[in-house]
């Protein structure tokens, strides 16, 4: 019988590419969502991809009474993987109450349900904001971790303390939590893809928008960094390797006795690029020009920063494989069929 898993946020950006990855590593996937930053049609997408629709319960992991309704009606979830969490840097700063509500009361609503319902692990989505401006790169998981810059970034850092305090309690579950450095990209199939609320803050939709016309031009945050071409640099890693990640990190997890309770893995691609380089790998593989101009720094951005992968590499078996020009290649196909539905 297949392995059944929950996936919190799953109509979401990452979440519809890792329930995909599931599928087609064949485990039963329900997803909750709220829908809140998502639509109902990317269950349509999952399904054209993978010939399954996944099992769907429209609600809040926020309410502890909605998961335990679900755990009953889906009885045998053996592994969450929890992607339901805002994830707007600017807004956190706005509205921090938001983000601590949203991000650790769904936290803990799931860790407090996992042993009652007999779920054996979670895998939790962190992010490398958690080290902050390294004080050298790449940086593996021994890198210290840095004061948060944001309210989102603390929640990142105070979800990840909340699922060691509670194992260290002894309470019987497994966790692994993944630290993704900037997933990017869409399914090479363009049918699933990231659906940005409003404009975006992140680069790569704000580059796909602009390269449409949707946008007029696209500013770059500083040129006048202690980089080689002065811009920014990122770990920008492709959204389907990113969710094969989390196939492996589920079956190390659940299928091997001999792990520890929890560990902790960089999603990166060990490659450092800059936002300009970033501009022309689209425009070279795509033939499409992007319109820029270079603005002021954007406050609170990070210099510099990218990942050593070993510990995913050799203990994960994963390797980011998807070449920078084929994630950008997909990012435009995706955003032109966007336009298309329109
Ligand atoms: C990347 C680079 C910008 C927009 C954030 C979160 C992180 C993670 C991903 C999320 C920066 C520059 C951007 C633009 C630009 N998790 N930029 N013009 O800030 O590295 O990471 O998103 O859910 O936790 O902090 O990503 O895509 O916003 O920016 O020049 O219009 O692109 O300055 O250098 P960031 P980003």
């Excluded at 997933?183 to 928008?209: F, W």
């Excluded at 945050?221 to 990640?245: E, H, M, N, Q, W």
Aim: proline share 6%; glycine share 8%; with cysteine.
């Amino acid at each position: 019988m297949a392995t059944k898993i929950l996936v919190t946020g799953g109509t979401g950006y990452i979440g519809s590419h890792t329930t995909v990855e599931l599928q087609k590593a064949g485990y039963e996937v329900v997803i909750i969502d709220n829908l809140s930053n998502s639509s109902i049609e990317v269950l349509d997408g999952i399904e054209a991809i993978t010939g399954i629709r996944p099992a769907f319960v429209q609600g809040d992991v926020c309410c502890i009474e909605t998961l335990r309704r679900l755990f009953n009606e889906h009885p045998g979830i053996k592994g969450i993987i929890n992607f339901a969490a805002s994830k707007a840097v600017g807004e956190s700063v706005e509205k921090p109450l938001l983000y601590y509500r949203n991000n650790l009361n769904s936290l803990m609503n799931l860790l407090e349900c996992m042993p009652e319902f007999g779920v054996k692990g979670i895998v939790f989505s962190s992010s490398c904001t958690v080290y902050g401006e390294p004080d050298v790169n790449p940086i593996d998981e021994t890198a210290p971790i840095k004061p948060a810059t944001s309210p989102y970034g603390n929640t990142k850092q105070i979800s990840e303390e909340i699922i060691t305090d509670y194992i260290t309690s002894g309470a019987p579950i497994k966790s692994i939590i993944l630290r993704y450095f900037n997933p990017v990209g869409a399914h090479p199939s363009a049918l699933i893809g990231e659906l940005p609320n409003g404009v975006p803050n992140n680069l790569v939709p704000y580059l796909t928008q602009t390269a449409a016309g949707i946008r007029g031009q696209l500013t770059v945050f500083g040129d006048d960094y202690d980089t080689p071409d002065g811009s920014c640099i990122r770990d920008f890693i492709d959204v389907v390797d990113l969710a094969k990640a989390h196939v492996k990190a589920m079956h190390r997890m659940l299928d091997k006795e001999d792990t520890d309770a929890i560990e902790i893995f960089n999603l990166g691609t060990g490659r450092g690029l800059s936002v300009l380089e970033l501009i022309e790998s689209f425009e070279r593989s795509t033939g499409v020009k992007v319109p820029y101009k270079i603005g002021p720094r954007r406050a609170g951005d990070i210099e510099k920063i990218w990942a050593i992968p070993d510990k995913a590499n050799t203990v994960l078996g994963w390797k980011a494989e998807m070449p920078i020009d084929d994630t950008m290649r997909n990012a435009w196909a995706w955003q032109c069929r966007l336009a298309e539905k329109k």
